[in-house]
């Protein structure tokens, strides 16, 4: 696995920072996934565990559009993979489910995620509102919690990736 991601620089105002380590760390889940089939991506860990890298991208997906569309800028963005029926959705692949999907579509969900967070303060609060709590957050706890998020997920693609085919690294 090539591995051309950096790190942000070591005196990078805070904003700068947040956003090159979240980025970091989209850059490894993808760095994860690299060069391996579909049948790869769909392959769940153990049983009776769903994890699989593609079932990870598409839950970042999810992720991503939860935060950034419906927490931060209050849109009403309906889920993609999941329901209410099936709450773990974007885990349960199919022989029909493709990387090539699933790629785009977490890509389409960071860059509007991007977009959403350009013009706003790192204190500036979210319009929405978490479906759970209620809770509004700043800019900058949801950029520190989406780096947690992939930090997490991606210690579970380095596993994935390892049982695959034996690729480690960071």
């Known amino acids: 696995m090539s591995n051309d991601r950096r790190e942000p620089a070591t005196d990078a105002d805070e904003r700068t920072m947040l956003e090159g380590w979240l980025d970091y760390h ?12 579909d049948a790869q991506l769909r392959t769940a ?3 009776p565990s769903t994890l699989s890298l593609m079932g990870l991208v598409r839950h970042m997906a999810e992720v991503e559009r939860s935060w950034f569309r419906r927490v931060l ?3 009403d963005a309906p889920p993609i993979y999941y329901s209410d029926a099936d709450p773990d959705g974007e885990f349960r692949l199919t022989e029909a ?6 790629y785009a579509t977490w890509q389409a969900e960071i860059d509007t995620a991007r977009r959403h967070a350009a013009d706003l303060a ?5 319009t929405g509102r978490h479906r759970r ?3 509004v957050f700043s800019l900058r706890w949801i950029l520190t919690h989406m780096i947690e998020e992939y930090a997490r997920h991606n210690g579970h693609a380095d596993l994935l990736r390892e049982c695959l085919d034996g690729a480690t690294g960071e």
């Open 133 to 135: 709590t209620g809770e």
């Open 97 to 102: 489910d493709t990387w090539a999907e699933a």
């Open 122 to 126: 790192l204190d500036d609060p979210s």
């Open 45 to 47: 860990s153990v049983a």
């Open 73 to 75: 800028v209050g849109e």
């Open 26 to 37: 989209r850059q490894t889940l993808a760095h994860k996934c690299a060069g391996l089939t």
